[in-house]
């Protein structure tokens, strides 16, 4: 018998084997045919295509007439926002979302911007890139959080990549690129557990470079915050510093006594003593959203998706509360912006995806220790604007933050600073890492 038949019926019965018993199994004289042949690996799309918004006219209408059948619970037994967003106010506002707001008024903003999207790691990231006109501007990635949006940013653009227009210097401009987090806005929704703060930050590293960018900065609040932290401890090739007006500052022996509402310790500074009570109320009185957010996003985000009025009712309270208005956030952003941001919400369906932001992340955002900022060793700046959650004390800053180089308290602004304060966030920014400039080849 010759090799070649013997080799074809011993490659012949270890097939058969193969059938019966459910695994492959050696055949010396046949490698080649008994191992199947795998499929080529086809390469991941790495392509950025071009953007463009808009929303059917029949999800418009469809909101409008849910907004008006909304089932309207009783006024609430309190004079102030103890209780919540007052019914007057949600009222008001939901009438004039109802009947008087045009959102193609800001998508038609939003196309006169370059928008795209690429896919990163099996998501579509959308974001708005605005090259500006100087050569030597620099690559800036900025960041939002909840309740806000890449909106957030919009009128922050033309003073940060146009300055000499805006009271600046040519050498103060820059590129600016604002993505939407995984589950907000147009970027896709995830479907599988995982993109926590530290896979968008890889996310972000890959944007940046992806766009051809080999150095650049990054800026964030809120969830920006908490990205750019986690972006500053990878320290990816590249990355020249970060700026936050969230800081994560708290000092590890204080965490326990604000989270159980103790009374302040003494020996603490009169900004330590301030941010302690802030701190505390905020978490004693003001985050039962994020403890629901962080345990049970699902659940709330059918009310979120299901219902406006739902919806404006758990982003407007934040708003209101955050924004360094008194109260009476229309008065600085005003009413359209606010439902601008709301709309985006509702259209995109996001209410869900974005609420598990909170439960991928599920950490303290404001202590040093749970945020490991310690561990950062790449340039930190941080501005405090007063109307934040918390004004971190310049002593919890250094404390928490090796790294840090710049860190100022701004006059205006809140906790959505560059919606709030556009102007002075950007001047803000070219303080802050103009020492950064030398630094970039």
Not at 29 to 47: C, E, G, I, Q, R
Request: with cysteine; hydrophobic share 40%.
């Amino acid at each position: 018998m010759s090799s070649t038949v013997l080799c074809t019926r011993r490659t012949t019965a270890c097939l058969r084997l193969v059938a019966v018993l459910g695994f492959a199994v050696a055949c010396p004289l046949a490698p080649a045919l008994a191992a199947p042949v795998a499929p080529a690996p086809s390469s991941p799309d790495t392509s950025i295509r071009p953007y463009h918004v808009h929303v059917p006219e029949s999800e418009l209408v469809e909101l409008r007439r849910r907004i008006a059948q909304t089932r309207w619970p009783d006024r609430e037994t309190v004079t102030d926002t103890s209780q919540g967003v007052q019914l007057a106010a949600l009222q008001d506002l939901l009438g004039y979302w109802g009947s008087g707001y045009d959102w193609r008024r800001v998508e038609k903003r939003l196309n006169s911007l370059p928008q795209y999207i690429t896919t990163i790691d099996g998501v579509d990231i959308q974001f708005i890139h605005v090259r500006s006109r100087e050569p030597h501007a620099m690559p800036l990635v900025l960041t939002h959080g909840w309740p806000g949006s890449p909106l957030e940013f919009i009128n922050a653009i033309g003073p940060l990549t146009d300055p000499v227009a805006h009271g600046g210097r040519a050498e103060d401009a820059f590129d600016v690129v604002i993505p939407a987090i995984p589950g907000y806005g147009f970027s896709g929704r995830p479907t599988a557990p995982g993109w926590n703060p530290d896979r968008v930050a890889r996310a972000w590293d890959v944007l940046m470079k992806r766009l051809g960018y080999t150095h650049y900065v990054s800026q964030g609040g809120d969830h920006g915050s908490v990205i750019s932290d986690a972006l500053a401890r990878q320290a990816p090739q590249g990355l020249l510093g970060i700026h936050l007006n969230m800081p994560a500052t708290i000092p590890a022996e204080l965490v326990e006594g604000i989270n159980a509402g103790h009374a302040a310790p003494p020996g603490l500074g009169a900004s330590e003593r301030e941010a302690y009570d802030q701190l505390s109320t905020f978490f004693g009185r003001n985050a039962a959203y994020g403890a629901m957010m962080v345990t049970r996003p699902q659940t709330v985000g059918y009310a979120l998706t299901d219902s406006p009025a739902g919806m404006a009712a758990w982003l407007y309270e934040k708003i209101a509360a955050w924004t360094d208005s008194n109260g009476h956030p229309e008065a600085v952003l005003g009413r359209d912006a606010i439902l601008d941001d709301l709309t985006l919400y509702w259209v995109t369906r996001t209410g869900a995806s974005s609420s598990r932001f909170y439960w991928e992340n599920n950490n303290n955002n404001f202590s040093a220790a749970a945020q490991k900022t310690a561990s950062i060793r790449v340039p930190v700046a941080v501005t405090v604007f007063p109307g934040e959650i918390y004004r971190a004390p310049e002593s919890w800053t250094r404390q928490a933050y090796p790294s840090l180089y710049y860190f100022h308290q701004a006059g205006r602004g809140g906790h959505f600073a560059a919606w709030e304060q556009p102007q002075l966030f950007a001047e803000e920014l070219r303080t802050a890492f103009a020492p950064l400039r030398h630094s970039a080849p």
